[in-house]
């Protein structure tokens, strides 16, 4: 199954690739659903990400997200984290423990960014937001 519009294509049985360009990278954020009893989200990319993956939820029927795991924290695997875990509040945020102080506070991270992708990043990505702490796993 693929949906052009979206880019988003069947990998294996209920498991999705959505993939997303970032036009001023030049390389696109790849995003992972798994469409099951508890339904997983994979490395968001970006909060600009965020329209097209709920577009791709609800292609999907996915009215609640279970889990968003996230596999490091650079900006095209984790800026919408923290955005997405307010949107689907019951979300679980799966991270590895040495880096769960930087998802609840990405203030050092927003920084290195900054030195990355220019002072107005946020304005191309979207807001990097923390993820609460209560939320993590």
Known sequence: MKNNELNLSEVA?????LELPIYFVGYPAVIYIINGPAPVLVDPGPA????????ALKQLSIKQLDYIFL?????DH???AGALSNIYPKAKVVVH????????NPSRLRNVFRIIWGEDFESRFGK??????DRLM
């Open 13 to 17: 049985d209920n498991i999705y690739r």
């Open 48 to 55: 600009s990400a965020i329209p097209a993956i709920q577009d």
């Open 71 to 75: 596999t490091h924290l650079h900006m």
């Open 78 to 80: 984790f800026g919408g």
């Open 97 to 104: 423990r040495d880096y769960a102080r930087h998802a609840i």
């Open 128 to 133: 990097v937001e923390g993820v609460p702490k």
